[in-house]
């Protein structure tokens, strides 16, 4: 993975900042510390703090908590910003209110394909089914500060440098049912050019185009 400055007037319909951003989730995906380094340098002065704090902390779903570590101790570094004092994270008692919240967030994601969805992580194993929505979609994915689909865009964004095919194809049709433009996801797939392996991103918009119906 390389790291190259983008001339954001040829990311197709997508502000600069979220190009930014998914860009920044891809590098946290698979990039190297040096990439990680300078990726953060740059998105620093471009990226208002609370999505780069929202998209480090989903960014453990998908990337592993080691790599979410070193990406927020680098942009504490980077950015000079301090966390805050409290979150909604730390309050156990809100449980009840992530599973709802959770059960909600999956289902916008997956639309038709939730029920489904549902049935196959029990048939894996119930904890799963369960902390997929408690933890995934509730604690982490519904949570404000981020709207649901800039996080798909990063995660399209992680899933395409993560070679992560099968959730790529979920998460191109989960854009689409929260309301992310098919131009959003054009631009996404644009900016991760110099940033995703060739072969990668080439198989993206293969997937992509045949979601389109193409």
Same mark, same amino acid.
């Given at each position: 993975?390389?790291?190259?400055?983008?001339?954001?007037?040829?990311?197709?319909?997508?502000?600069?900042?979220?190009?930014?951003?998914?860009?920044?989730?891809?590098?946290?995906?698979?990039?190297?510390?040096? #990439?990680?380094?300078?990726?953060?340098?740059?998105?620093?002065?471009?990226?208002?703090?609370?999505?780069?704090? #929202?998209?480090?902390?989903?960014? *453990?779903?998908?990337?592993?908590?080691?790599?979410?570590?070193?990406?927020?101790?680098?942009?504490?570094?980077?950015?000079?910003?301090? @966390?805050?004092?409290?979150?909604?994270?730390?309050?156990?008692?809100?449980?009840?209110?992530?599973?709802?919240?959770? #059960?909600?967030?999956?289902?916008?994601? *997956?639309?038709?394909? *939730?029920?489904?969805?549902?049935?196959?992580?029990?048939?894996?194993?119930?904890?799963?089914?369960?902390?997929?929505?408690? #933890?995934? *979609?509730?604690?982490?994915?519904?949570?404000?500060?981020?709207?649901? @689909?800039?996080?798909?865009?990063?995660?399209?964004?992680?899933?395409v440098a993560g070679r992560?095919?099968?959730?790529?194809?979920?998460?191109?049709?989960?854009?689409?049912?929260?309301?992310?433009? @098919?131009?959003?996801?054009?631009?996404?797939?644009?900016?991760?050019?110099?940033?995703?392996?060739?072969?990668?991103?080439?198989?993206?918009?293969?997937?992509?185009?045949?979601?389109?119906?193409?």
């Amino acid at each position: 993975m390389t790291v190259v400055h983008r001339d954001d007037r040829i990311v197709r319909s997508l502000d600069a900042e979220t190009a930014v951003l998914v860009r920044l989730s891809a590098v946290v995906t698979a990039g190297t510390e040096a #990439e990680l380094r300078l990726a953060i340098a740059e998105a620093a002065p471009l990226l208002r703090p609370v999505w780069a704090d #929202e998209l480090l902390l989903q960014s *453990y779903l998908f990337a592993g908590f080691p790599r979410m570590l070193n990406a927020a101790r680098e942009w504490r570094k980077v950015s000079g910003g301090a @966390a805050l004092a409290d979150d909604e994270g730390v309050h156990d008692e809100m449980i009840a209110e992530w599973h709802v919240r959770g #059960e909600a967030t999956c289902e916008a994601v *997956y639309g038709e394909m *939730y029920p489904r969805l549902r049935e196959n992580m029990r048939t894996l194993h119930p904890a799963i089914d369960a902390w997929m929505i408690v #933890e995934g *979609y509730g604690k982490v994915l519904g949570r404000p500060g981020l709207d649901l @689909a800039r996080r798909e865009l990063c995660i399209i964004a992680a899933c395409v440098a993560g070679r992560q095919d099968r959730q790529l194809v979920s998460h191109l049709n989960g854009a689409i049912n929260v309301g992310a433009p @098919a131009g959003w996801v054009d631009g996404t797939l644009d900016a991760l050019q110099g940033i995703a392996a060739p072969d990668a991103l080439q198989r993206a918009r293969m997937l992509w185009a045949r979601v389109q119906g193409k």
